[in-house]
């Protein structure tokens, strides 16, 4: 089994910046991907961003060009570097690893993006 645990979240006003991150425990070498999905209040959990170990990185449409996805192979962390945050990326923000034995969630991280 992985173990991710996320954070970072908060509250940034619109156009601001929040690093998530996600460190990984247990068995992490199965891991292959991964992934940032996010959940707004009354709405089903959307993807984000991934990232797969040999470093390829996916988008969502709604984030391109404001969000950045990295991983610290060494640190077992993913990261999610969210740049001109807008109200509508207030979520819940999950990290997934995809492994060779399943996938694994994290607990969630809030962001809230107001003035």
């Known amino acids: 089994q992985v173990q991710p645990v996320e954070s970072g979240g908060g509250l940034v006003q619109p156009g601001g910046s929040l690093r998530l991150s996600c460190v990984a425990s247990?068995?992490?070498?199965?891991?292959?991907?991964m992934a940032w999905y996010r959940q707004a209040p009354g709405k089903q959990r959307d993807y984000v961003a991934l990232?797969?170990?040999?470093?390829?990185?996916n988008y969502a449409d709604s984030v391109k060009g404001r969000f950045t996805i990295s991983r610290d192979n060494a640190k077992n962390t993913v990261y999610l570097q969210m740049n001109s945050l807008k109200p509508e990326d207030t979520a819940v923000y999950y990290c997934?690893?995809?492994?060779?034995?399943?996938?694994?969630w994290g607990q969630g991280t809030s962001v809230t993006v107001s003035s």
């Open positions: 997934q690893m995809r492994t060779t034995e399943g996938v694994y």
């Open positions: 990232i797969t170990s040999g470093g390829s990185t």
């Open positions: 247990g068995s992490i070498f199965s891991i292959y991907a």
